[in-house]
């Protein structure tokens, strides 16, 4: 269910994400042109990935779901503990709410080399509550266990920018080179256009 809810909106915003890549990379490389900056692959697709995992979070929050009926739940834990644990209804409102918000967690704490769990907790707050604000007035819900299972995934997001941060300086110095980091994106980028590309169905699969 959540891997099919994830296909169908990256579906649907492709447009917007083609014109909003083509656009935004023209405009970075002819800054790092025009202001003689060193150019690192790995860094700018990483930038290039956040902007997409927003596009896709605003997909994902404002346009699935459309027919359900609005409301306000003001009382921690009660959506949470409607679902029986292992069910699909589990897995997509609960696990999903913390597993869409982990990606926000993690490159937000790497963009504000966020060290403390303080620095992520407020900014993930207000995000999620602008989410859930946005939601009720288009016709959807207001869900406070919505805003503590998202601020969760952005917490386990920054553990996750903290733990891979600290392996990464005890690892070989070849290992913390900018070219192992760049092969590694290239790979990724390959695999996720592939994908893409079946996704919005251009053909060879």
């Not at 303080?118 to 995000?127: A, D, M």
Request: glycine share 6%; hydrophobic share 55%; proline share 2%.
């Amino acid at each position: 269910m959540i891997l099919d809810t994830l296909t169908n909106a990256i579906f649907d915003i492709w447009p917007m994400f083609v014109i909003v890549f083509i656009v935004l990379v023209t405009i970075r490389i002819s800054y790092l042109k025009i202001n003689h900056e060193k150019f690192v692959f790995y860094r700018e697709f990483l930038n290039l990935v956040f902007i997409f995992y927003i596009l896709l979070l605003y997909q994902l929050l404002t346009s699935t779901e459309m027919n359900t009926t609005g409301g306000l739940n003001l009382v921690p834990f009660t959506e949470i503990f409607r679902y029986s644990i292992g069910s699909n209804l589990f897995l997509y409102n609960v696990v999903g709410n913390i597993l869409i918000f982990l990606p926000f967690g993690y490159f937000v704490s790497g963009y504000i080399k966020a060290s403390r769990i303080s620095h992520i907790l407020f900014i993930s707050f207000v995000t999620s509550l602008t989410v859930e604000l946005v939601q009720l007035y288009i016709g959807r819900s207001f869900d406070i266990d919505d805003i503590l299972l998202n601020v969760l995934g952005s917490i386990l997001g920054f553990f996750l920018f903290i733990g891979l941060t600290a392996i990464k300086k005890h690892m070989p110095r070849f290992f913390q080179s900018d070219l192992i980091y760049n092969v590694l994106c290239i790979l990724l980028m390959v695999i996720g256009i592939l994908y893409f590309i079946k996704i919005i169905g251009l053909g060879w699969f």
